[in-house]
């Protein structure tokens, strides 16, 4: 860490905000009442409205959104005609899956081989207090130079679009001349990355009928359409032979020409299993930032211990396709919806109900915000540029933010690094990464009004 006061301070105040980042991994705040109780969700927002009202932001609020969530907005006013920066965070995580499968509880946040450990320690809890530590560390060097606005979402992992909504309803609420996006990573621990793409996104359950209820397989085996093969090659269709998306209509040939993703660096990333090939065809920046990508979450079917002999009458699936920068994610729905009515055989009953959508989106990197944030990535990553990636997942809000205010630059960074392993078992979170991106996003803060002086 390069020795400056700002650098000095953060560093100081860590061990301050490796006890707050327990306590918030501490609320098992999954928007999913099905998952865990809404109260946890509201505990949650109640922790990052005090939190803050203790920084000094004024009105503060927890906001109730349309889709039965909750955002937390607060307002910290800079210096007369200083511009506007909005910072955005979410406190919903994902579900902690296995619990059995961590080594350490998933909302304790433990220390372990130099990473802390928990549930949302990077994505996105860690994303919030990298804020505040960046503020706390200009406070201490002279004040925050910019007006700052705060926006911390409760369903971005869900896609439900509270806040979107929200948004749209109340579009003076979020105006900003700048949007610091904490809820990416950097393309590799210690490389600095700002995310210049994000792939949308669609969800979709489809059910499959056949029969009024299951059968013997023994006695109507052969002649009985069976819902779940059926599904099955649905669920099928949508690859072609090497593991590509293949969906009706829906290009899937773009490249990426920004940083370069080795191929055995994303083997190791991914931690493919050895002599198993990856799918899909191109580089693999091609295929996890330039290209739409389908993946089946989940199907409901008997399990494996208990099943019966029986042809299933009906059949279930979650399917997600990740849309491409370029491409319009209801005109995606749209080809996905048909390519599943096309290609269910036999004639069975299908239904499709969508169940979340966000736009993929581009950011313009010539703009001064990122030049500002180039500086301030030099001065955290000593010797080292900024780098440019894309990212395979979605931030829908992004989207809403650049169709309600299009002069607004937005930047995404954040602790979600590939050893952070978001939304699998065992997510953490560096130190030392949590550390840097705080200095940098001060050091940005600070340069970024300098250039609206100028």
Same mark, same amino acid.
């Given at each position: 860490?390069?020795?400056?006061?700002?650098?000095?301070?953060?560093?100081?105040?860590?061990?301050?905000?490796?006890?707050?980042?327990?306590?918030?991994?501490?609320?098992?705040?999954?928007?999913?009442?099905?998952?865990? @109780?809404?109260?946890?969700?509201?505990?949650?927002?109640?922790?990052?409205?005090?939190?803050?009202?203790? =920084?000094?932001?004024?009105?503060?609020?927890?906001?109730?959104?349309?889709?039965?969530?909750?955002?937390?907005?607060?307002?910290?006013?800079? @210096?007369?005609?200083?511009?506007?920066?909005?910072?955005?965070?979410?406190?919903?995580?994902?579900?902690?899956?296995?619990?059995?499968?961590?080594?350490?509880?998933?909302?304790?946040?433990?220390?372990?081989? !130099?990473?802390?450990?928990?549930?949302?320690?990077?994505?996105?809890? !860690?994303?919030?207090?990298?804020?505040?530590?960046?503020?706390?560390?200009?406070?201490?060097?002279?004040?925050?130079?910019?007006?700052?606005?705060?926006?911390?979402?409760?369903?971005?992992?869900?896609?439900?679009?509270?806040?979107?909504?929200?948004?749209?309803?109340?579009?003076?609420?979020?105006?900003?001349?700048?949007?610091?996006?904490?809820?990416?990573?950097?393309?590799?621990? !210690?490389?600095?990355?700002?995310?210049?793409?994000?792939?949308?996104?669609?969800?979709?359950?489809?059910?499959?009928?056949?029969?009024?209820?299951?059968? %013997?397989?023994?006695?109507?085996?052969?002649?009985? @359409?069976?819902?779940?093969?059926?599904?099955?090659?649905?669920?099928?269709?949508?690859?072609?032979?090497?593991?590509?998306?293949?969906?009706?209509?829906? &290009?899937?040939?773009?490249?990426?020409?920004?940083?370069?993703?080795?191929?055995?660096?994303?083997?190791?990333?991914?931690?493919?299993?050895?002599?198993?090939?990856?799918?899909?065809?191109?580089?693999?920046?091609?295929?996890?930032?330039?290209?739409?990508?389908?993946?089946?979450?989940?199907?409901?079917?008997?399990?494996?211990?208990?099943?019966?002999?029986?042809?299933?009458?009906? &059949?279930?699936?979650?399917?997600?396709?990740?849309?491409?920068?370029?491409?319009?994610?209801?005109?995606?729905? =749209?080809?996905?919806?048909?390519?599943?009515?096309?290609?269910?055989?036999?004639?069975?009953?299908?239904?499709?109900?969508?169940? &979340?959508?966000?736009?993929?989106?581009?950011?313009?990197?010539?703009?001064?915000?990122?030049?500002?944030?180039?500086?301030?990535?030099?001065?955290?990553?000593?010797?080292?540029?900024?780098?440019?990636?894309?990212?395979?997942?979605?931030?829908?809000?992004?989207?809403?933010?650049?169709?309600?205010?299009?002069?607004?630059?937005?930047?995404?960074?954040?602790?979600?690094?590939?050893?952070?392993?978001? %939304?699998?078992?065992?997510?953490?979170?560096?130190?030392?990464?949590?550390?840097?991106?705080?200095?940098? =996003?001060?050091?940005?803060?600070?340069?970024?009004?300098?250039?609206?002086?100028?």
């Amino acid at each position: 860490m390069t020795a400056n006061p700002i650098a000095g301070t953060v560093a100081s105040l860590l061990p301050r905000a490796r006890t707050e980042l327990a306590e918030l991994v501490a609320f098992r705040s999954v928007a999913d009442p099905a998952v865990f @109780p809404r109260s946890e969700c509201e505990a949650a927002a109640a922790w990052v409205a005090d939190a803050l009202r203790a =920084e000094g932001f004024q009105d503060v609020s927890v906001l109730d959104t349309p889709d039965g969530t909750q955002s937390v907005y607060g307002l910290l006013p800079g @210096p007369e005609n200083a511009p506007t920066v909005l910072l955005y965070a979410h406190y919903d995580v994902q579900p902690p899956l296995d619990e059995s499968s961590w080594l350490t509880p998933p909302f304790e946040l433990t220390e372990r081989d !130099g990473r802390w450990f928990g549930r949302g320690a990077a994505d996105c809890k !860690g994303g919030f207090l990298m804020h505040l530590l960046a503020l706390r560390a200009l406070k201490a060097n002279g004040g925050v130079p910019v007006n700052v606005k705060v926006i911390v979402e409760g369903s971005e992992e869900q896609g439900t679009g509270g806040l979107e909504q929200y948004a749209e309803a109340h579009p003076e609420l979020l105006s900003a001349d700048a949007v610091v996006i904490g809820d990416a990573g950097n393309f590799r621990l !210690g490389v600095p990355t700002v995310t210049a793409t994000l792939r949308g996104m669609t969800m979709l359950r489809v059910r499959i009928d056949t029969l009024e209820g299951n059968l %013997h397989s023994g006695a109507f085996g052969g002649a009985a @359409p069976d819902a779940l093969a059926a599904l099955i090659k649905v669920l099928d269709s949508l690859r072609a032979e090497d593991g590509s998306t293949s969906v009706d209509g829906l &290009a899937a040939d773009a490249e990426w020409d920004g940083i370069v993703y080795e191929e055995a660096d994303f083997r190791e990333d991914a931690k493919v299993l050895d002599g198993v090939g990856l799918i899909g065809d191109g580089s693999v920046g091609d295929r996890i930032w330039a290209r739409p990508a389908v993946t089946v979450l989940g199907i409901d079917c008997p399990p494996v211990v208990g099943a019966t002999p029986s042809i299933q009458a009906s &059949a279930r699936a979650t399917v997600s396709l990740r849309v491409a920068p370029g491409q319009d994610a209801t005109e995606a729905t =749209e080809l996905l919806t048909a390519h599943i009515e096309k290609h269910t055989p036999w004639r069975a009953r299908v239904s499709v109900e969508q169940v &979340a959508q966000g736009e993929p989106f581009r950011a313009d990197t010539s703009s001064p915000a990122y030049t500002a944030m180039a500086a301030a990535m030099r001065i955290a990553y000593p010797g080292q540029d900024m780098q440019t990636a894309g990212q395979g997942g979605s931030i829908p809000l992004c989207n809403t933010l650049a169709a309600l205010y299009p002069k607004a630059e937005i930047l995404l960074i954040g602790l979600s690094e590939p050893e952070a392993q978001i %939304h699998a078992v065992n997510e953490s979170v560096s130190p030392e990464e949590l550390e840097r991106l705080s200095v940098a =996003e001060a050091h940005f803060l600070l340069n970024y009004a300098e250039s609206k002086r100028d």
